[in-house]
């Protein structure tokens, strides 16, 4: 069994791909992979340390969702890159070609849909990219992250399995958290994370949050600035008045290499609304204020979080909107009511998929 794994760009198609190959993995032991990217996204860096085989397709960029003359220029390179997805192909001979999004995927699935090999994509986000739009009419398979997406694609084709999330989220155990992090099991713990990169328009809220935070101790906070950010905010802290190194009940960090450990201590989440993270946070049952990132193609993060708002397991609040008086008004309100967050979590684990990667891979294996 070989088989063809295309996600690139950003974590939110890669580490669902390297989850989906894990569980391949374990099914079958004879399997073999080889993942298509491009040499600018972050695949690049990640897929070869996993001791996957990783090839590039040499592609401009993605389109834009209106109509431009840029777009024309890389819709020819698109197809001049579907010839070399034929090569890559007609070289590999995989018996199945997967896509996790990006538009890396759109000339590889093109490529071998059109020479009949067995192709799946898995679109993780509420509303559909334009590369998972256009490949939904040639692939064989469609396994959706949510409900809310099954109504833009094929109805015969597409199935809802949630999204693929690694097995070390839901291994990872709170007391782990505790020691690692030198917090607390008398106090609640709330996880700030904006993404790799950070947040900006969250971190400049926390603030007056981690400032009034200190004040009162009622609550433990660890918040995750990403690497570009953490400087900014530390200096921000410091102008503010706040001496973290004497306060015991919040950490700063620039970046997280444990994330799986953290959630599993959590007892509310600060997050941005991707489908991946998402994903992991309802896994666990962790409730969560979200507030979706504004530039996301197509507002797709506002829909992602306004399926977890409707379904009890999260309050939103829109980014311009944001403000630390906000933010500091609906974390009070959460953790004063024990009984509201347990509400939350039940609702947050009740649209948990924790096992999606099983039932993609077996998806995959059956198509095959």
Not at 14 to 32: H, V
Not at 267 to 291: K, Q, S, Y
């Amino acid at each position: 069994m070989k088989i063809i794994v295309s996600g690139g760009g950003t974590g939110g198609h890669i580490y669902p791909a390297l989850t989906l190959i894990n569980s391949i993995k374990s099914k079958r032991a004879d399997a073999e992979f080889l993942y298509v990217g491009t040499e600018k996204g972050l695949e690049s860096d990640i897929v070869p340390k996993t001791g996957i085989n990783f090839t590039a397709l040499d592609l401009e960029g993605g389109f834009e969702r209106r109509f431009t003359l840029e777009n024309i220029s890389r819709a020819a390179n698109a197809i001049m890159s579907i010839k070399r997805a034929k090569e890559i192909i007609k070289s590999f001979k995989p018996t199945a070609v997967v896509g996790t999004g990006g538009y890396v995927c759109g000339p590889i699935l093109l490529a071998a849909s059109l020479m009949k090999i067995p192709t799946l994509i898995q679109e993780q986000n509420a509303v559909a990219g334009v590369t998972n739009k256009i490949l939904s009419k040639f692939v064989d398979k469609i396994a959706v992250g949510t409900q809310d997406a099954l109504k833009n694609f094929p109805a015969d084709k597409t199935i809802y399995t949630g999204n693929p999330i690694r097995a070390e989220v839901l291994a990872a155990k709170k007391i782990d958290g505790l020691k690692e992090f030198h917090f607390t099991d008398d106090k609640p713990i709330v996880l700030i994370s904006g993404g790799s990169r950070g947040a900006r328009s969250i971190n400049d809220a926390m603030i007056g949050v981690l400032k009034s935070a200190a004040e009162k101790k009622s609550a433990q906070f660890l918040h995750v600035t990403g690497k570009g950010e953490f400087d900014s905010v530390i200096k921000k802290l410091h102008d503010a008045g706040l001496n973290l190194d004497a306060t015991e009940n919040i950490k700063v960090m620039p970046y997280l290499y444990n994330m799986p450990t953290a959630m599993a201590m959590a007892d509310l989440a600060i997050f941005r609304a991707g489908a991946t993270g998402l994903a992991e946070l309802t896994a666990r049952g962790v409730p969560a204020i979200l507030i979706p990132y504004p530039y996301a193609a197509e507002n797709h993060q506002e829909f992602n979080a306004r399926a977890l708002v409707d379904a009890g397991a999260a309050r939103m609040i829109l980014n311009k909107d944001l403000t630390a008086d906000i933010l500091s008004a609906t974390l009070d309100e959460l953790l004063s009511s024990p009984e509201k967050l347990k509400s939350m979590s039940a609702a947050s684990l009740s649209l948990g998929k924790p096992h999606a990667a099983d039932e993609i891979a077996d998806l995959i294996i059956k198509m095959i």
